[in-house]
Structures are given as structure tokens and as C-alpha cells.
Nanobody, 117 residues
Framework: QVQLVESGGGLVQPGGSLRLSCAAS????????MGWYRQAPGKQRELVAN???????DYVDSVKGRCTFSRDNAKNTVYLQMNSLKPEDTAVYYC???????????WGQGTQVTVSS
């Protein structure tokens, strides 16, 4: 059974940093896409950063220069390092995986990030 488990969220002051983790298990297939999304209260879920199997990484404009998407294949874990956090970064952050063969996607349960003084 495929599982994605996010962690690393929390309360941080503006200007602070957090590193989110998404640990994957049960993925006996090739991955086409991995992404970090976020959803703020009353807003639609948006893509924050993503990586394709080609290792191309893209970021939404609002986080460019402040966030870094990385992965550790040995640990089946991806990370989102977030620096210079702003109140508008407050949201629940989710990771998503799309498998190559069927394009089925899987989501984690989310981790809350709150940026506030």
C-alpha cells in the first residue's frame, strides 16, 4: 500500500525557516512526478514546487529563491526547505506522487505551516 507521510510543519516567525519532509513507502513502481502543494484557508490548493523524472524542478513564482526541493532516493524521502518565510506562506502543505505507468496519483495527509509573530 502506498503511503506518503509529511512532517516538519509548525509555527515559525516571519523570516524563519522550516524543512518539510515527505516519506514514501510501498512505491513499487516508477515515479513520473513528485510535487509539493499547499492550501491556505479559503483558497484553492496550489502547486509550490515539483520535480519530474527528468530531474527538472520548478517552483511557483511566490517561493522562487526561498524554497528548495530536494530528495533522498535512499530514504524514499523528498524535502522542501523553506526560508525567509512570510505570513502568506501559512497553509497546509501536501506532497503528491504520480506513478509513471498509470498516472495514478497519491497524496499525503498534509502538514500545517503557520508563519506568525
Amino acid at each position: 500500500q502506498v503511503q506518503l507521510v509529511e512532517s516538519g510543519g509548525g509555527l515559525v516567525q516571519p523570516g524563519g525557516s522550516l524543512r518539510l519532509s515527505c516519506a514514501a513507502s510501498g512505491m513499487m513502481f516508477s515515479i513520473y512526478f513528485m510535487g509539493w502543494y499547499r492550501q491556505a484557508p479559503g483558497k484553492q490548493r496550489e502547486l509550490v514546487a515539483n520535480i519530474y523524472s527528468s530531474d527538472y524542478i520548478d517552483y511557483v513564482d511566490s517561493v522562487k529563491g526561498r524554497c528548495t526541493f530536494s530528495r533522498d532516493n535512499a530514504k524514499n524521502t523528498v524535502y522542501l526547505q523553506m526560508n525567509s518565510l512570510k505570513p502568506e506562506d501559512t497553509a497546509v502543505y501536501y506532497c503528491r506522487v504520480v506513478r509513471r505507468d498509470t498516472m495514478q496519483d497519491y497524496w499525503g495527509q498534509g502538514t500545517q505551516v503557520t508563519v506568525s509573530s
